[in-house]
């Protein structure tokens, strides 16, 4: 309690997890008061599970709530934001697996796609969760923790689906494709927007309607996904964040660490960490 008499706001606090020997697998715990994150997608399924308070996001600019209690899905790719829903924000825990790790684990001979629901309760699910975030955090690398995680990839088996992904509402816009391949490309180059329209064939108006109703990001942010993926690989592999901010695009090793931090949740350094021991953000 506060002088006042108010309950304090709970401290931002974050941890991050990359086991060793457990390729393809990693996890963020979060305690979020005041934090935002910008819309942008991962490579990875996203699995969360809610402890406190609750969040709103945007998935593909459609609304979705997840309170206490309940646990979330997203598939790769997908574009989302995340926000507080409540005043104290929102704690929870998260698994990113690598979409080749969890076909291989759910034996499927296509990619797994989500199920109806994106916000829902499981509570074998979420018990399989919490046991797998807890091996994360307090058991070294080894047999205990790959088949904690395991067991949480098998737990989530019905909530997916076999394959093939579903088909877009639309075919590609030619466009979007020649600009997407442009970016992808000169991913860490600056390229305009006068540039990136002459190269699509569409003028620029155009081309960033065309392009976000397609793709869910203007391509400006679509380029800083590249940046961030390409970031995280480098900081993984050891490399110092002034060195990836400067090979990575950024103008400085601020902006990495600001662009990073709103959409990995963590700065650049703690993610290199990646310490067993929650520390305020």
């Known amino acids: 309690m506060t002088a006042g008499g108010l309950s304090a706001s709970p ?3 974050t941890a991050y997890f990359r086991p060793a020997g457990l390729a393809g697998v990693e996890a963020l715990h979060a305690s979020f008061v005041t934090h935002e994150y910008r819309p942008h997608s991962h490579p990875t399924w996203t699995l969360a599970v809610m402890e ?3 969040a709103r996001f945007a998935l593909d600019d459609t609304p979705q709530r997840a309170a206490d209690g309940e646990l979330f899905l997203l598939e790769p790719e997908s574009v989302h934001t995340g926000v507080p829903a409540v005043a104290g924000g929102w704690a929870y825990k998260v698994l990113y697996l690598d979409p080749r790790l969890l076909g291989t684990w759910a034996e499927a001979d296509t990619a797994p796609q989500a199920a109806r629901w ?5 509570a074998a699910l979420r018990r ?5 975030h807890a091996a994360l955090a307090h058991e070294p690398p080894g047999l205990a923790v790959d088949t904690a995680v395991l067991a949480a990839a098998d737990a989530l088996r019905p909530h997916l689906r076999p394959g093939p992904p579903r088909a877009r509402t639309r075919p590609e816009h ?3 494709r020649r600009a997407r391949r442009l970016l992808e490309e000169r991913w860490a180059e600056p390229v305009g927007l006068a540039e990136l329209a002459a190269h699509a064939g569409l003028s620029r108006f155009e081309l960033a309607r ?4 397609q793709v869910g990001l203007p391509p400006h942010a679509f380029q800083l996904d590249l940046r961030i993926g390409r970031a995280r690989a480098r900081l993984a592999a050891g490399d110092p964040p002034a060195a990836v901010a400067a090979a990575c695009g950024f103008y400085d090793q601020a902006h990495l660490t600001r662009v990073f931090k709103r959409a990995v949740g963590v700065t650049p350094g ?5 310490s067993k021991t929650a520390t305020a953000a």
């Open 174 to 176: 030619a466009a979007v």
């Open 118 to 122: 994106v916000v829902f309760r499981d």
């Open 52 to 54: 406190r308070g609750a």
């Open 210 to 213: 065309t392009f976000r109703a």
């Open 270 to 274: 703690r993610y290199a960490r990646t």
């Open 11 to 13: 401290p931002e606090r």
């Open 128 to 132: 399989a969760l919490l046991a797998a």
